[in-house]
Structure formats: C-alpha cells, structure tokens
C-alpha cells in the first residue's frame, strides 16, 4: 500500500530521508486536492488509462547514480531541480516501473506539504496547475514512466512565479467549489 504523510518541513535534513512527521494522509484527502493514486500491476492496465485519458505520449527515466555516470554532484544538481516547488500546465501521469522515490504535494488548503511514496506498480495522476516536487529516497534509483496527453512536456514552472499561472488559479478555484 502506497505511503501518503504530512512531510515533517526538517529541511536541515537530507531531503532524500523519509521526513514523516508521523500524521498521516489518506488517498481521500490526495483525492480533495486532485492527486490520484492508483495501483496499477500490469503495463496493459496502464495503457487502458492512458487510452481512457487520452494520452498520447509517454517517456521513460531512469534517474540514478549509474545514469549520471556515477557523479554525485551531476545527480544532486537534478535533484535539486527536481525538489523546486513547480506545476505543470497540463495533467500528467507518473507511473513507477522499478526503485521510488517521493513526490511531495502541495496542500494548498492547509498550506503543507503531503509526502507521497511511490515503488513499483504504483501510478499517480498530478492535475495541472498543482505545486509539487520530486525526489529520489536514499535508494538513490527510480526507474519512471511519465505520460503525456499531448506532446512530451517537460517545462516545470516554479514558485513563486507560478503563482501568477492561469492554470494554477483554475486549479485554486477547482479546489474551492468542490470543499
Ligand atoms: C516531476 O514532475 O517533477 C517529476 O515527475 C519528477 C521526475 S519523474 C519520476
Ligand atoms: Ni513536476
């Protein structure tokens, strides 16, 4: 069962680490927010949503020590990108095919960050507009299929520009006519 918590905001610790502040979050709540959690065992499940969705691209990353070529400093620098508060214009879908990682929602009715742990089979859809970041655990692997409705996009958009987004403020709205 997939992992969802209130992230601890310890930022004098590796962000890597599981940060649990111990209260935890359930897949209702992610729901409330737009995030959907899906457990998924077969890649054929996965295509029938992406079909379902309309999805029409999709890419695989493999982001590990071995990818960058065993420099440390090379995959901490994309992690750090990565673990920026940033949104996408357009939902997109994670699904996790080997190692995990952390993706970290932005509650934005509490103003909290809820923790997300993500392995094998699991499959969560981002709706656009929302804050997130990602990281890796201190397995320091994940290997990642991303689907896109259209062409593959990959341009994050960070805090605090975003705030001014069109699409994020759509989502803000969304979240209050349905609270
Ligand atoms: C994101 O949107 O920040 C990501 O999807 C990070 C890498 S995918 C495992
Ligand atoms: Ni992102």
Not at 4 to 31: C, I, K, M, W
Not at 91 to 110: A, Q, V
């Amino acid at each position: 069962m997939v992992e969802a918590y209130y992230h601890d905001d310890n930022d004098l610790v590796d962000f890597r680490e599981a940060h649990n502040s111990g209260e935890p979050v359930t897949l209702e709540q992610l729901g409330k927010l737009g995030v959907i959690y899906k457990f998924l065992n077969t890649q054929d499940k996965v295509d029938s949503l992406a079909k379902e969705r309309n999805y029409k691209n999709r890419d695989t990353v493999n982001i590990s020590l071995l990818s960058f070529k065993n420099n440390e400093d090379a995959l901490l620098a994309k992690l750090n990108v990565f673990y920026k508060e940033h949104l996408h214009e357009d939902e997109e879908i994670r699904y996790i095919l080997d190692g995990d990682g952390y993706f970290d929602i932005r509650d934005s009715i509490l103003n909290k960050w809820i923790r997300v742990k993500v392995e094998s089979g699991d499959l969560l859809i981002v709706p656009a507009g929302i804050y997130h970041r990602f990281t890796l655990t201190t397995s320091n692997y994940i290997k990642a299929m991303r689907l896109f409705q259209d062409e593959p996009k990959w341009l994050a958009i960070n805090k605090p520009e975003a705030d001014e987004n069109a699409t994020h403020k759509e989502y803000l709205s969304s979240l209050l006519s349905c609270n």
